[in-house]
């Protein structure tokens, strides 16, 4: 169970294109969805957190409007990258968590990742 | 602050414990994780432990949690070559809302 996969494993694209990632639980309902970004032979680092129907919450630092999130329904949750150019190149991970329970711990389940690569 | 530190790198031969050990920071954290990332993939839950435990057992995997000292471990044991891979340990902050991440270990196995 908890199964999250993210779509596409893979992009290259040009300059100023704006590219969509897909993260979909598709065995459970994610209530939270969380999108991290990860350089080669770095850690994760947390970009913003998306609830299901409500705004992203955006870590310092991160430009709302250059990575756009959209948290439409429990199972499924974008990321936008818009006009992107070769800096936004970098490893793109979410993940996605159940709903809190009393103990507070729902482990957060991670896709597979997107390599965004910029030319 | 939020720092989570581990070793960057560990050798270990096939067969041999391994023991990847993590520092953090934040003494109100609920829980313990610990993530395996294989090359080119995602983040793999391999197992957590509750803060108000000392330790934690599940098949060859063995967590132990130094609250005191705020160290945190993850010992392999019988290590196999399919368990190369970066291992991040990460805390449980905001509230349990947010994990923040240790910055990786890779672990080799060597024939």
């Known amino acids: 169970g908890a199964v999250v996969s993210q779509h596409p494993s893979w992009v290259i694209c040009k300059s100023g294109t704006s590219v969509k990632i897909e993260c979909r639980s598709l065995d459970f309902q994610a209530t939270t969805m969380f999108w991290y970004r990860q350089f080669p032979k770095q850690s994760l680092m947390l970009m913003a957190t998306s609830n299901e129907g409500s705004k992203a919450t955006y870590e310092q630092g991160v430009e709302k409007d250059k990575f756009l999130i959209n948290h439409a329904s429990l199972t499924l949750s974008t990321l936008t990258v818009t006009s992107a150019h070769p800096e936004d190149s970098s490893f793109y991970i979410c993940?996605?968590?159940?709903?809190?329970?009393?103990?507070?711990?729902?482990?957060?389940?991670f896709g597979d990742g997107t390599r965004l690569s910029i030319l | 602050g939020e720092d989570v530190e581990q070793s960057l790198f560990l050798s270990v031969r096939e067969g041999d414990s391994s023991v990847i050990n993590c520092t953090y920071t934040d003494s109100s954290s609920t829980y313990l994780y610990w993530y395996k990332q294989e090359p080119g993939a995602g983040l793999q839950l391999l197992t957590y432990i509750f803060s108000n435990m000392d330790m934690k057992q599940d098949q060859r995997l063995t967590v132990l949690l130094n609250k005191k000292d705020k160290h945190l471990s993850l010992r392999i044991a019988d290590t196999q070559t399919g368990d190369s891979a970066i291992y991040f340990c990460a805390e449980s902050t905001g509230g349990g809302n947010k994990l923040t991440f240790g910055t990786g270990t890779q672990l080799k196995v060597e024939l």
């Open positions: 993940s996605a968590r159940e709903r809190l329970t009393r103990t507070g711990n729902q482990p957060q389940h």
